[in-house]
Each structure stands twice: as structure tokens, then as C-alpha cells.
């Protein structure tokens, strides 16, 4: 077998010297300080990051040499909600069925006295970092970055798994020159699809990177985050997200009617064969998009032969965004209602199995 180089970014200059970095937290308010004892094994030594939905700390594993991971704790109040702890306890199943070193690694634990997550801890910086300090990338850096996830992709989708959220905040650019997918918050597997039974995807995601059949509501699959990492790599080659605009609705509209800007145009030092890697990956229909996350890293990783087809000849260009658009039945019901609407059938296929089974 093939060995895999596990820092392949530390010949990069733009990801060289990275530092560890992650915006100040206080402490005041988290579930934890530090110094406290989690389980008998988790000693909490840093508050790293906080959201709406839960803390994540920096720990010594105390079980494992006082290794460092890093512990994700939802909010009290979240922790009684079904739907949530049902989402939480699916990112840590898909999480430690996957084993890849371009993929954030979980730790099993056992008999916990509350919900959490534990993960190796990383050290250094998310690409969205990188790209606040310099943007755009070098194209080899960029092209090489973009391999990198293709290869963690593929991983991921030959077990099953949609990542369905990929964007700078999930990718880590460690200092050793390794390379972390991370958030597995939405995404989905077999187990998850066969659960919900549920035809079609909500519309979750990031609206910058979202593909057009997220926006739409529709089933997402390994060629939705092909999309996703198109346009991540559009933002590494030139700066801008594809469809830069102040109006969110405004560019969900956009990536549904239309395309991008050609990339060349924005930065006219790239390559013609860059430009076609990332509007093959940004293709409104799943279908003209490359088949697998493996086709894609192979175009990638041979850029200088890929044949230029003139999409960037072909773009075209969205229809104006109209106010009302997105009160429309079709896209208010998804992004708004396919939630609520995903948990009453989760909830009623519940009930009629347990009815099912009764006497």
C-alpha cells in the first residue's frame, strides 16, 4: 500500500511557519473552567471557542499520557432537545468510522456523564485564517491545499459520508504541515439517510459555499461537496467568493441562475487550466460536475495537462435577484420549514414503529 506523506503543506510557502492561533475566549460562562475534572479523565485547561449550540475546551487526556484533545460540550438547554442530541450523537458516529489523516480524529469515550465529543487537538490555523492573512493563494499552494481535501473527500465518501458544510472555518492548517477536514456537525451517512427516510436534503450550509441543490432543498450528494470545495478553492485562487454579494438572498439567487465570475478575470495571473478545474467543480448540474472527489485530485494534481474546454467561455450570467424570490413556496419551504418538517417525520415514523411493535 501507498504511503501517505502526513505533512505534505511544510514545502509550502504560504503554509509555512503557520501559527497556532484561535480567537480569545472568556471563560466566564462556560460549563467548564479550567482545572475541572471531566469524567475522571478530561483535565480542562483552556476555553478555545464558543457558539450558539455549545463550548469547546482544550483538555489533557489523563488517560493517555496527558495527551492534549481538544472537548466539545453542547449548552445545557440543548442537551434535553431530541433533534440535537440526535444530530450530536451522528457527528460523533461519523466521526470515528472515519480513519484518514487529512480527517479530524475522534477518541472514543464510554460512560459519560454527559453529552460530549472529544478530538485530537490540532495546532495552528483554519484556512479562513490563512486567507485573512493573505488571499489569494499561490495557485500551487491552492491547487495543492484542494488535493489534499479531494483525497479526505474520497475517504469520506467511500464510507458513506456527505459532508454537506466544507469552507475555510472547517479546513485546519496545522503547523507540522498537516492538513484537518473538521465539522461533521451536518453531515450525513447511510445510517442517517436510512433513518430519516426523507427524499430530500434540508437546506443547510454555509450560504457562500452551498451548491445550487442545497439552496434548492434537494438531496445532496459526494458532487454537493465537490461543489462546495470549488468554491473554496474559487476564494483560495482569487481572493472573492464566487458570488460576491452584501444580499445573501441575492447570491443564493445567483448560484441558482447563473455562474460565477470567470476566475481569470478576477486574478488574470492564474492558469487556464486552474480556471477550468474550478468551474468544471462549480457546475450547476451535479451531472457536469466530476464524478468523484478521486477525478477530481487527478486533474488537480496534473494541472499543467488538463484540456481547456472553454468553459469560461460559457458562463452564464445569473438573473437579477427579485425580492419576492425567496418567498416563493418551493424556496421558503426549504429554508425555513424543511426542519421542522424533517423532525414531524422522524417523529411519526418513531411512533408508528413503536405502535407497531405494541400489542
Not at 60 to 71: F, K, P, R, S, T
Not at 253 to 259: C, E, I, M, Y
Not at 285 to 300: C, G, L, N, T, V
Not at 328 to 355: E, K, Q
Amino acid at each position: 500500500m501507498k504511503s501517505v506523506d502526513t505533512c505534505p503543506l511544510e514545502r509550502l510557502d504560504s503554509c509555512r511557519g503557520v501559527p497556532e492561533h484561535h480567537d480569545p475566549v472568556e471563560a466566564a460562562g462556560a460549563p467548564f473552567q479550567p482545572g475541572h475534572l471531566l469524567d475522571g479523565r478530561f483535565l480542562i485547561t483552556e476555553v478555545l471557542s464558543r457558539s450558539g449550540m455549545g463550548t469547546i475546551f482544550k483538555a489533557e487526556d489523563q488517560q493517555n499520557g496527558n495527551q492534549l484533545v481538544a472537548v466539545k460540550v453542547p449548552h445545557l438547554e440543548y442537551e434535553s432537545d431530541p433533534n440535537f442530541y440526535s444530530r450530536f450523537q451522528r457527528e460523533e458516529r461519523i466521526g470515528l468510522e472515519l480513519n484518514h489523516p487529512f480527517i479530524l480524529k475522534f477518541i472514543p469515550v464510554e460512560n459519560k456523564s454527559r453529552p460530549y465529543i472529544a478530538t485530537e487537538y490540532l495546532k495552528g490555523c483554519t484556512l479562513e485564517h490563512l486567507l485573512r492573512a493573505m488571499r489569494p493563494l499561490p495557485e500551487k499552494d491552492a491547487l495543492k491545499i484542494a488535493s489534499l481535501i479531494c483525497a479526505a473527500l474520497q475517504h469520506m465518501h467511500e464510507h458513506g459520508v456527505i459532508h454537506r458544510d466544507l469552507k475555510p472555518q472547517n479546513v485546519m492548517i496545522c503547523c507540522d504541515g498537516s492538513i484537518r477536514i473538521m465539522d461533521f456537525g451536518i453531515a450525513r451517512d447511510d445510517v442517517s439517510r436510512r433513518i430519516t427516510r426523507v427524499g430530500n436534503s434540508t437546506s443547510m450550509g454555509t450560504p457562500d459555499y452551498m451548491a445550487p441543490e442545497q439552496v434548492k432543498g434537494k438531496r445532496a450528494d459526494k458532487r454537493t461537496d465537490l461543489y462546495n470545495l470549488g468554491a473554496l478553492l474559487y476564494e483560495m485562487l482569487t481572493g472573492q467568493v464566487p458570488f460576491q454579494n452584501d444580499n445573501p438572498w441575492a447570491a443564493l439567487n445567483a448560484r441558482v441562475t447563473g455562474d460565477p465570475v470567470a476566475p481569470r478575470k478576477v486574478n488574470p495571473e492564474l492558469s487556464a487550466q486552474a480556471e477550468e478545474i474550478v468551474l468544471r467543480a462549480l457546475q450547476r448540474d451535479p451531472a457536469d460536475r466530476y464524478a468523484s472527489a478521486a477525478a477530481m485530485k487527478a486533474e488537480i494534481d496534473t494541472a499543467d495537462e488538463v484540456r481547456v474546454t472553454g468553459l469560461a467561455d460559457r458562463l452564464q450570467e445569473p438573473t437579477p435577484y427579485a425580492p419576492g424570490l425567496f418567498q416563493r413556496p418551493w424556496v421558503l419551504a426549504t429554508a425555513m420549514l424543511a426542519p421542522l418538517i424533517i423532525a414531524i417525520g422522524v417523529l411519526c415514523f418513531l411512533l408508528l414503529r413503536r405502535h407497531a411493535g405494541s400489542p
